[in-house]
C-alpha cells in the first residue's frame, strides 16, 4: 500500500529556479559582462555565493519534511545516498574524460605525420591511466551509471573518443584503405587501447606480464603492432 503523493509548493520551486537562475547568471557575467565588469559587480555583491546560500536555505527547509515522509532516518539516507551516488561519479568520470580529451589534443601539437599521430593519440591515454589509475578505473568502472542518463558525460566521452576515430580515419585515408572501415578501425584502436591501458593501471595483478618496463615504452611497440596490422586489412 503506497502513501499519499507528496505535495509540491509551487513557492518552494520557484525559490529553486531563482537559485539556479542567480548561478547561472553569475557564470555568464564574465562572458555578456566582460571581465571587468564582473569583477566590478563581484566585489560589491557575490552572487554566486547567493545563490549557493539560498540553495542551502531551501535544503534546510526541505530535509526535515523529506525526513518526516520517509519515517525512517535509516531509509533517508539510503535514498539520499542512491540519489546522489550516481551523479557523483558521473560528475568525476566526465571529468577524467574531459582531461584525456585535453592529453589527447596536446598530443597531437606539432605533429603531421598520420602514423605518428595516431600512435600519439593512442600513447597519451596510455600515459593517462597510468599518471592517473583511480580516476581511469572510475571513468570505466561498473559503478558508473549509464552514460546517456547523463549528457554532460555522454559529450565528453564522445569527444574523447572522435579524436581517436579521427585519427585512424585520417591514417586509413592516407594510406588509401577503405574509409568503410574506419568505424569498426577505430574500435578496435580503442580497444587496444583500453585493454593495454587496464593492464598498466592495476599492474601488480599482471607483473609477470608487463613485468618492471616502462609503460609507455612497452605502449610504444603494442600500438606500433597494431597500426602495422591496418595495413593488411582483410
Known sequence: MTGPTPVRLAWLDALRG??????????LSPTVLGSDRHLALYRHFD??????????????????????RHGSLRRFWIGRLCR????????????GFRIMFEERIRALRDLHDPRERLLSVMLAHLRFSVADAALYR??????????????????AAT???????????????????DLKL??????AAWTACHGLAT?????????????????LKIG???????????DHQP
Not at 574506419?182 to 574500435?187: G, I, Y
Not at 593492464?199 to 599482471?206: K, S, T
Not at 610504444?220 to 591496418?230: D, E, K, Q, R
Request: proline share 4%; with cysteine.
Open 199 to 215: 593492464v598498466m593501471a592495476d599492474r601488480l595483478n599482471a607483473w609477470d606480464i608487463v613485468g618492471k618496463d616502462d609503460p
Open 220 to 230: 610504444h611497440h603494442v600500438f606500433s603492432i597494431f597500426i602495422a596490422g591496418l
Open 159 to 177: 569527444r574523447s573518443y572522435g579524436i581517436l576515430e579521427t585519427c585512424v580515419g585520417d591514417y586509413l585515408s592516407h594510406r588509401n584503405a
Open 18 to 27: 531563482y537559485a539556479a537562475l542567480v548561478v547561472v547568471v553569475f557564470h
Open 182 to 187: 574506419v568505424r569498426s578501425a577505430a574500435l
Open 138 to 155: 572510475v571513468m570505466f568502472g561498473a559503478e558508473v551509471p549509464a552514460k546517456a542518463q547523463f549528457p554532460e558525460l555522454e559529450q
Open 47 to 68: 552572487l554566486g555565493k547567493y545563490g549557493v546560500l539560498l540553495f542551502f536555505l531551501v535544503s534546510g527547509y526541505v530535509i526535515p519534511m523529506s525526513l518526516e
Open 84 to 95: 546522489i551516488y550516481p551523479a557523483y561519479l558521473a560528475a568525476i568520470a566526465t571529468q
